[in-house]
Nanobody
């Protein structure tokens, strides 16, 4: 049974930094993509950043240059370093683990709140 456990959310002032972590357990077939999504009130869930097991990264335009995503394949952990945070970054952030090749899978963490406010 795969589990994703997130940590690191909280309240931060505009311009500040925050780091989110996600630890995955029970993972098999490790060629996969780990990523962070976020959902603000009244909005759809959107991709923030992802990284494949091969190291390929993908960022939303709105966070490019401010956020950095990284993973440790040996430990099945994912980190999102968020700098220069803005009020519009306020959302619930979700860790995601997916595999596009057979056997496919798609798992989500429980979410962690990030609030950027003065």
């Amino acid at each position: 049974q795969v589990q994703l456990v997130e940590s690191g959310g909280g309240l931060v002032q505009p311009g500040g930094s925050l780091s989110l972590s996600c630890a995955a357990s029970g993972v098999t077939y490790t060629a996969n993509i780990m990523g962070w999504y976020r959902q603000a009130p009244g909005k759809q869930r959107e991709l923030v950043a992802s990284v494949s097991s091969g190291g390929t990264t993908d960022y939303a335009d709105s966070v490019e240059g401010r956020f950095t995503v990284s993973r440790d394949n040996a430990k099945n952990t994912l980190v999102l370093q968020m700098d220069s945070l803005r009020p519009e970054d306020t959302a619930v952030y979700y860790c995601n683990l997916k595999r596009k090749y057979t056997p496919t899978y798609d798992y989500w963490g429980q979410g962690t709140q990030v609030t950027v406010s003065s």
